[in-house]
């Protein structure tokens, strides 16, 4: 008996949740399914648009459909009971009136790691309103039948947080797109400045992105090394703005949100690519920018240094000075050969992975048993 299947992707706004699931929709055209499963796929808008190109066929699934995440909320969730498995890509999401198998991908790291450095951001109010936001995203991950992450040291943490879930691990993959060129889309923009080191940041929004400390980095680096950094955002023009407030630097730019197809013209045209977070389950960027021959700067926590090992460079995300001493160094210091050894010796460590398609199909494989 063929099984009905939902794929939904319909909370994914924008970040690396949106790239997983353009991703893994696409890698999805190349294998077949007839045979074994009934799919259908909704979407959110963000996630549709990254799938606007000739390499993605929708007709291979049942059923495709954009819709807000509203129109399959808890309260309406008796209506998804047509299919036997819902496949969340990412949660959570709440489906209380759903009978049947729920399956949701979890990258959620404020419900596993210590939070207290992300904290003190905010106010006393907002704190408080974060701490049970938190727990109720914790609480609606437990109703899911099974979980997937994206490495065996978040299942432990899982575990540790008294999760009894079915917890299946599928790690988290470069984009088969980054394998075929002919999928590449050009980026022509002025916000790169080839008089400049340009140094990327492909990141969402989110708090735990501790993206305000770029901005101080990029004005450290501007007193100390005039007219010689250029920092190179992705973000929405009006979270970008909300981002640097009065604090805009010639060091500081934004490109806007760029599509999967777009990344590697993205890292093409940077020198370097930094991320700064103090949360995380595990970003792909790293991954994409040491395969793209790119250096990396990392904050020097377990979530990045476990997958990536001595191929990145770290700092402390909560020292700027950390940061300028890391990144000056590389720049202005180390000899040319160490460079091109270092991330030769990056790019033949991401070589050696499994790509997206292989993810695609343990995913299928999870669904299927």
């Keep these: ?19 997983v699931a353009t991703s893994f929709l696409k890698d999805l055209n190349q294998i077949d399914l007839s045979s074994q499963l009934q799919i259908s796929v909704f979407v959110s808008g963000a996630v549709d648009r990254n799938l606007q190109t000739e390499f993605f066929d929708k007709s291979c699934f049942f059923e495709y459909d954009v819709k807000k995440s509203k129109e399959i909320n808890f309260l309406n969730s008796y209506k998804l009971n047509e299919f036997d498995i819902v496949f969340t890509v990412f949660g959570p999401f709440f489906l209380p009136f759903y009978r049947k198998k729920h399956i949701s991908g979890f990258a959620q790291p404020w419900v596993i790691y210590p939070v207290k450095d992300v904290l003190k951001k905010f106010t006393f109010l907002k704190r408080f309103f974060l701490r049970i936001k938190y727990f109720f995203v914790a609480y609606i991950f437990k109703q899911a039948d099974a979980l997937v992450v994206e490495s065996n040291h978040i299942k432990k943490l899982l575990v540790k947080k008294g999760f009894a879930n079915q917890i299946e ?5 470069v984009s088969s797109i980054f394998l075929n060129k002919d999928e590449w889309q050009k980026i022509n923009s002025d916000v790169f400045d080839s008089k400049k080191i340009n140094i990327g940041i492909l990141s969402g929004s989110y708090p735990h992105k501790n993206l305000s400390f770029i901005i101080e980095l990029a004005n450290k680096l501007e007193d100390k090394y ?28 934004n490109l806007g949100v760029i599509k999967l197809q777009e990344c590697p013209s993205f890292y093409h045209q940077v020198d370097g690519v930094i991320l700064p977070s103090l949360l995380e389950c595990f970003s792909i960027t790293p991954y994409e920018a040491m395969l793209m021959k790119k250096i990396v700067f990392l904050s020097d926590r377990d979530f990045f240094i476990a997958p990536c090992r001595d191929y990145a460079l770290y700092f402390d995300p909560l020292s700027v000075e950390s940061a300028e001493e890391v990144i000056s160094k590389w720049y202005f210091e180390t000899r040319q050969s160490e460079q091109l050894e270092h991330i030769e010796a990056a790019h033949k460590f991401i070589t050696s992975k499994k790509w997206s398609i292989d993810k695609a199909k343990l995913y299928i494989k999870i669904i299927l048993e």
């Design 226 to 253: 005039s007219k010689s950094f250029n920092f190179i955002f992705t973000l929405t023009q009006d979270k970008y703005d909300d981002l640097v407030k009065d604090k805009k630097s010639e060091s500081i730019r």
């Design 169 to 173: 691990v599928v790690e988290n993959t």
């Design 1 to 19: 008996m063929i099984k009905k299947i939902l794929i939904n992707a319909t909370n994914l706004k924008e970040g690396g949740g949106v790239q």
